[in-house]
Structures are given as C-alpha cells and as structure tokens.
C-alpha cells in the first residue's frame, strides 16, 4: 500500500491476557479497553469469544463501552467459533472478525495431520464464513516466519480474493532474523495479486528478542498494521511492545509512517496494565522502564544538564513523563498523592482516595522513598475489600535455633476464625495456621518475592501459584512485612476456589 499510515491492533487484552497469573476481569478489561481509546489504538482485540464465558462476556462489555475503536474477537477456522465471534461482537459499533489457520509445515504435517491443499481450502472457506457477519474480516496464516514464501502467498491471495481485508503474518515462534521477516512482507507485496486490497499485518513474538526489530522491517517493506500489546506482555517472551513502535516512527519522521497514538499516554497506561495485572514492568524496559530516563554517570548527568538530546533522543514528556515530579514524602497532603496517581493514570473516588491516602502515610513513615510502584500498589490492594476471606491478625514468633510459631486470625464472610501452627521458618509457619483454618488441601506451587526497589524498609511484592483439585490459582500481595505480603498472596490464591 501507498498510504503512510500505520494501524496499531491492540492485543493486550487476547495475546497478552493468556500470561499465566495476568487474567483480567471483565470490568478490568473495559478500563484498560477505554484507556486503549483514549491513546489512539484502531483496532482492539478484546478476546477469543468461545475459548470461554469470561472471554465472551469482555467482548460483549468492551464493544458496548468502546466508541471508535474496531473490537476484533478471535477464532479458529470453525464455523462454530466464527458464529460466536460474531454474537459477541453484535453491539460493537465497527467490528471484525479475526480467522485463521497454520500454514507452516510444521502446522499442516504436525498439527492438522493435513496437506497444503486442504488448508488453503479450510482458509478459504473460513474467511467466506467469515464475511456473511462481518464486512472487515482478517486472517492470520499461523506461523508465517516459518513458511515457505511461495505457498504463503498462495493463501494470502486465495483469502483476499474471499474477502478478508487485513492478512495478518505472524512470526508465531519469534524466530524470524529482521532481514528475513522483512524480505517475507516484500516478497507479499510483489508477488501477490490483489494485495492493494488488503492491509498486511505483523505479529511479531519476542522469544530470540527480535519482535520489534522484525516489525520495524516488516513496516518498512509494506505492512500497514502493527499487532502489539502494552509493555511488550504476552506468551512466553512475549509480544510487540507498542510504545517501542509507536516511539521508533515518532523518532525517526524519516519514514514518513504516521499514526494516531497519543504518545503522551503511552506512560499512564503502561502503569495501568502493569498494575492490574501484577506483572512489573523491568527497570531497564525501553520507553516505560522506570530507568529508561535516570542518568547514573556523571558524564551522562553532566551532558543531560548540558542539553538533553547530548543523551536522551526521546523527550520524557512525550509518553507523558513528567521529569520534574512531585516528591512524595509523609508530609505530603491529599491533593499532591491525587495529583501523582493522575500522572499514574489512576483516578480515585474521594472515599478510595482518603483509603489510599492513610495507608500511603502508614507506608511512608516506615519508607523513606515512595516511588510510583508503592502508589500503584497500595491502590491495587483495594481489590482485595471484596475478598470473602480476610487476614484479620498474624504474630509470628521465629529466631536462630528457636522453632518458629505463628497465629493466625481469618475473617471468613464477616466471622472470626482463628489458629496456630510452627513450621520451618515463620512463612511456612503462618500458611500452616491458615490451612489448619480453611481444611482444603491445596500446594504452593511457585513462590516468588521481589523487591521494588532496594533497601531493607522496601515493599516487597509476593507472587504465589497454588495448585487446588488439579488447578492453579495465583495470589499477590504487596507489603514492607514480607511474612504479611506472603500470607496476604496465599490467602488471595485461596479466595479464588473457596465459596
């Protein structure tokens, strides 16, 4: 195609949702949703409609909230899918269906147990499916990096000429070089007839660390939309980071690719899925990273100082970072800790804001520095008001060569219930008091503790997986008694399968 502009499809909410312990409500999904308009993305995919009740229910809740954006829903190549794609999507003001199949070798031989002919038939017959509900249908050829070219252009233009209006190549496996992927987008663009009718895109995997190199290429050599998702989250390594998309064209004009993200929220939105799904942007991220723009050197100080652009190509305020920040200390007032949650894309009722308030003065007496992960995790821990089982009280007693002891009071739907119980150190201690309360038998299967920071008044953040009947329940807590944070996770594991 012609035209420099350059589609951004959202995926967060499908691709970037299926991380293990990210699971999102449907009242979650339709704020990260709205806060997807708000930055400019075109086109939003909501979910997989039939993969579950929940998945069906969020698309359904985003097309009604979502006013321009197109909500796209996700099948496979079987009608039955489609038809629920399609009931889904019926309030959605503009609408697409995403259909598709694998194509590569390993797919049609391994996978389908098929041959080349018969897929091209079931693409085929998918997209005329497809396209009785919906004009905008798009196909995706699973595992494009690893197809032959030839072939790969066969079905792109046998499902263009059915109808499909965007073809989406995946590099599924993330194991495309950028010169490869991008040489696969030109050979498309040159080889296959009717490809002006069509919008090419990329969804590009981050296994070797290459999916935003390869989609730059890929953009370069003709696709017109970008499938990415908030912080690069998703399967395994994970997907497209957008703001790394969305920053690279803005910085480099040269390309003459124009978009409609507002970059300036690029920053809010990245603590917004951070926070909801408990998943810790890395420090050193590119663009949303909390170092992306600290300068530790004193060359690098002195040169900033100096002028910025001496080390810094992208200005702070451009994702909505703003350099000169309010510095929170407990002699700040309510209206500085509103004013940073704002900047955080946070906003608060005057109830939830006095709530966060009194624990941010609780945190900041025993902390000397609170950063913007201790806001977002203090206003997380809201969600946990609705919990049916509560921790009420916990003393642990534990030392060198002293048997550690721990009670524990739960609050279960309003009535106290309360144990004791010894183990091999103080956590252990304590989960033993709050089995011998709930009677269910249940194993951590993960257990993780992370610092925020550095320092030892730091919060620390807690992670659990627990396994229950054959299932895994994840819980998080936050808190600078890493005993509490690690009772607090296990007893949000366990609200998540106890009535």
């Known amino acids: 195609m012609a035209?420099?502009?350059?589609?951004?499809?959202d995926t967060t909410l499908r691709d970037g949702e299926q991380v293990p312990g990210?699971?999102?409500?449907?009242?979650?999904?339709?704020?990260?949703?709205?806060?997807?308009?708000?930055?400019?993305?075109?086109?939003?995919?909501?979910?997989?409609?039939?993969?579950?009740?929940?998945?069906?229910?969020?698309?359904?809740?985003?097309?009604?909230?979502?006013?321009?954006?197109?909500?796209?829903?996700?099948?496979?190549?079987?009608?039955?899918?489609?038809?629920?794609?399609?009931e889904a999507l019926k309030y959605a003001k503009r609408k697409r269906i995403h259909t598709g199949i694998g194509t590569s070798e390993y797919h049609i031989r391994y996978k389908f147990k098929s041959n080349q002919e018969e897929i091209l038939e079931r693409a085929i017959a998918?997209?005329?499916?497809?396209?009785?509900?919906?004009?905008?249908?798009?196909?995706?050829?699973?595992?494009?990096?690893?197809?032959?070219?030839?072939?790969?252009?066969?079905?792109?233009?046998?499902v263009i000429k059915a109808g499909a209006t965007v073809v989406n190549i995946p590099d599924t496996t993330g194991y495309c070089l950028p010169d490869e992927f991008g040489a696969k987008i030109k050979y498309l663009m040159e080889h296959v007839n009717g490809i002006d009718?069509?919008?090419?895109?990329?969804?590009?995997?981050n296994d070797l660390g290459m999916a935003t190199a390869n989609t730059v290429q890929g953009v370069l050599n003709g696709a017109r939309q970008v499938e990415v998702t908030i912080n690069g989250i998703g399967e395994r390594a994970g997907n497209t980071s957008l703001e790394e998309i969305a920053m690279i064209f803005k910085?480099?004009?040269?390309?003459?690719?124009?978009?409609?993200?507002?970059?300036?929220?690029?920053?809010?939105?990245?603590?917004?899925?951070?926070?909801?799904?408990?998943?810790?942007?890395?420090?050193?991220?590119?663009?949303?990273?909390?170092?992306?723009?600290?300068?530790?050197?004193?060359?690098?100080?002195?040169?900033?100082?100096?002028?910025?652009?001496?080390?810094e190509i992208i200005d702070p305020k451009d994702?909505?970072?703003?350099?000169?920040?309010?510095?929170?200390?407990?002699?700040?007032?309510?209206?500085?800790?509103?004013?940073?949650?704002?900047?955080?894309?946070?906003?608060?009722?005057e109830e939830s804001l006095d709530k966060a308030y009194e624990a941010f003065l609780n945190l900041a007496d025993r902390k000397k520095d609170i950063n913007d992960d201790d806001l977002l995790l203090l206003v997380g821990k809201d969600r946990t008001e609705s919990h049916r089982i509560k921790l009420d009280y916990l003393?642990?007693?534990?030392?060198?060569?002293?048997?550690?002891?721990?009670?524990?009071r739960l609050l279960i739907a309003g009535e106290s219930f309360e144990a004791a119980a010894s183990g091999n150190g103080p956590v252990d201690a304590a989960i033993k008091a709050v089995k011998n309360i709930i009677h269910r038998t249940m194993t951590i299967q993960e257990f993780l503790i992370q610092a925020i920071n550095k320092g030892s008044d730091d919060v620390g953040k807690v992670?659990?997986?627990?396994?229950?009947?054959?299932?895994?329940?994840?819980?998080?807590?936050?808190?600078?008694?890493?005993?509490?944070?690690?009772v607090e996770a296990f007893v949000d594991a366990v609200n998540k399968f106890v009535d």
């Open 3 to 9: 035209d420099n502009k350059l589609f951004f499809f």
């Open 22 to 86: 990210c699971q999102l409500n449907t009242v979650e999904k339709i704020q990260v949703a709205k806060a997807l308009e708000d930055l400019g993305v075109d086109i939003i995919e909501a979910g997989f409609p039939i993969s579950s009740p929940g998945d069906f229910n969020s698309v359904v809740g985003i097309s009604k909230a979502v006013t321009w954006p197109v909500i796209c829903a996700l099948t496979r190549s079987v009608e039955k899918d489609i038809d629920v794609a399609a």
């Open 126 to 158: 998918a997209t005329k499916y497809a396209k009785k509900y919906v004009e905008d249908v798009e196909f995706y050829c699973e595992d494009a990096g690893r197809t032959d070219n030839a072939y790969l252009a066969r079905v792109v233009e046998a």
């Open 197 to 205: 009718k069509a919008i090419i895109s990329t969804h590009c995997h």
């Open 251 to 311: 910085s480099h004009k040269e390309c003459g690719i124009q978009t409609n993200i507002n970059t300036t929220r690029i920053h809010s939105i990245s603590g917004l899925v951070s926070s909801l799904m408990n998943m810790p942007v890395q420090p050193n991220k590119a663009i949303v990273g909390r170092n992306a723009f600290a300068h530790s050197s004193g060359i690098h100080q002195d040169g900033v100082l100096k002028h910025r652009e001496n080390y």
């Open 319 to 349: 994702i909505g970072l703003d350099d000169n920040s309010i510095v929170l200390t407990a002699r700040s007032g309510r209206a500085a800790l509103k004013h940073r949650l704002r900047t955080l894309g946070v906003t608060l009722t």
């Open 395 to 408: 003393q642990v007693t534990s030392g060198v060569n002293v048997q550690s002891v721990a009670a524990v």
């Open 463 to 486: 992670h659990m997986q627990v396994e229950y009947k054959g299932n895994m329940y994840y819980g998080f807590s936050a808190n600078t008694d890493i005993i509490a944070a690690s």
